[in-house]
């Protein structure tokens, strides 16, 4: 089952792409999470051979207390997202976003951080030991989710709307960008709207340059690592799984630039977003 694709998100099976087990596996994930969509480190797992089936086989379980979803809810209730200055009336029509197309965004934007999120705290459990508090919380009901627009490939997306993307990638460091930045897939999905792209670009990039952003990165993720250890208590003894696809886990939610970057972002732009609503 293993792919000969890359572990970029850009170049990661699409969902698209996957056939027989791998795409019972991704089904099997979407209903299990109550997603509409397979985010990257999933995508990612499957090019190592044993890999997806082996870390889905590890944690479905957990997902299926409803518990991940939950402590994804107390991490944002105690995150101080880096959220930019209000959108003014207008703002986004003088870019070409009308209404159907911010609500089009915002479930896009609500599938990345529910995946992500949860994945962030549920994956957590897999690599750290167990403890705290046994987590037996309510659990939050998930959406009811829209036909999503379509992931873009790269050949889909016009040059200026990729050199966009490609500043925005910058948004998770702080100084000199990094030649081995990776595109989040969240962004590559917003290609629809390069308005929104520009808005999102010029209204994060100051909370980069003074550091709000990193700060935000590095107290996400120390939450999701309490949270983590957390859910670790509900987990069965450590699962098979080849080396490979734990270390892959471990450095997808081991650093505050990893998934805790996106999680971060990601919500600071729904809540960035409302203000449209509230002008």
Not at 2 to 17: K, N, T
Not at 109 to 122: C, D, H, L, T
Request: proline share 9%; hydrophobic share 45%.
């Amino acid at each position: 089952m293993a792919g000969r694709l890359g572990r970029d998100p850009v170049s990661a099976i699409s969902e698209a792409e996957a056939t027989g087990e791998a795409a019972a596996i991704f089904a099997d994930i979407r209903a299990t999470m109550e997603i509409p969509l397979i985010t990257s480190i999933w995508r990612s797992l499957y090019d190592i051979e044993g890999g997806l089936t082996a870390a889905w086989r590890a944690v479905k379980p957990l997902y299926q207390t409803g518990q991940p979803a939950a402590a994804l809810a107390r991490v944002m209730a105690q995150a101080d997202l880096p959220v930019p200055q209000p959108l003014v009336p207008g703002q986004l029509a003088c870019v070409g976003i009308g209404p159907d197309d911010l609500s089009a965004i915002r479930a896009i934007v609500a599938a990345y951080n529910r995946s992500n999120g949860m994945n962030m705290v549920a994956l957590t459990a897999l690599v750290v030991p167990p403890a705290g508090a046994r987590p037996e919380d309510p659990v939050p009901p998930a959406p009811v989710w829209p036909e999503l627009r379509p992931l873009l490939a790269q050949s889909e997306i016009e040059p200026d709307t990729w050199g966009l993307l490609n500043h925005i990638k910058h948004l998770a460091s702080q100084g000199t960008p990094r030649d081995n930045a990776v595109l989040a897939t969240l962004w590559r999905h917003l290609a629809h709207w390069p308005g929104l792209l520009a808005l999102i670009q010029t209204g994060f990039a100051p909370l980069r340059q003074d550091g709000t952003i990193m700060r935000a990165f590095g107290q996400v993720h120390e939450l999701a690592q309490t949270e983590g250890a957390r859910l670790a208590q509900l987990c069965p003894n450590e699962a098979a799984m080849p080396d490979d696809a734990r270390k892959m886990i471990a450095t997808y939610v081991g650093s505050p630039v990893a998934v805790a970057h996106m999680v971060t972002l990601g919500h600071a732009l729904a809540r960035w977003l409302e203000t449209e609503a509230n002008n």
